[in-house]
């Protein structure tokens, strides 16, 4: 019950968060049900291990970030021709780390998080913000960084420390 309550108040706060109204299912998946699909993936791993919400976090993270540096790497022209970039889909890279992290640690859940992953990369092909390939290397890049992140013994960027605490930093191995 305690765990429903906090999916609730997560889902809650992502919808007041999106005044403006879907136009169409693909608006809302690209929009608040992207929002709310991250959201329920952070807070279910915080549910469930002690630092699996801060790998969660430093999975989401991560990922963003490789997929905006790609993006300012090819600047490859979106479909609908604004001024942001294209390859690869920071929404589909996103949505595919959090549905692999989460299909790790919840093997019974996998076909859901990896169905909703799927439809919000979809949702962006649809909307002509990005073209297959964008959304197909983003769901590889997500998937990737999440089993990074899943080999890693700390973490890259967000990591527990020994007393509970949370730790910000950048690590290298050579």
């Known amino acids: ?44 791993a915080f549910g469930s291990e002690h630092d699996g919400g801060v790998r969660s976090l430093d999975t989401l993270l991560c990922s963003g970030l490789a997929a905006e540096g790609l993006k300012r790497l090819t600047r490859v022209e979106r479909p609908d021709h604004t001024d942001h970039e294209s390859f690869p889909s920071g929404h589909a890279t996103t949505a595919f780390a959090i549905a692999t992290f989460e299909a790790d640690h919840h093997r019974s859940e996998a076909p859901l998080w990896y169905l909703g992953a799927g439809l919000i990369a979809q949702s962006r092909v649809d909307l002509h913000r990005h073209h297959e390939t964008d959304v197909l290397a983003g769901a590889a890049l997500g998937f990737l960084m999440a089993r990074a992140e899943e080999r890693s013994k700390d973490g890259f960027l967000i990591r527990p420390t020994p007393t509970g605490a949370v730790a910000l930093g950048i690590s290298l191995k050579f």
């Open 1 to 44: 019950m305690e765990r429903m309550l906090k999916y609730a108040a997560v889902f809650g706060l992502v919808a007041l968060s999106s005044f403006a109204p879907a136009d169409s299912a693909a608006d809302f998946l690209s929009g608040t049900g992207y929002k709310a699909f991250l959201a329920f993936g952070v807070v279910h």
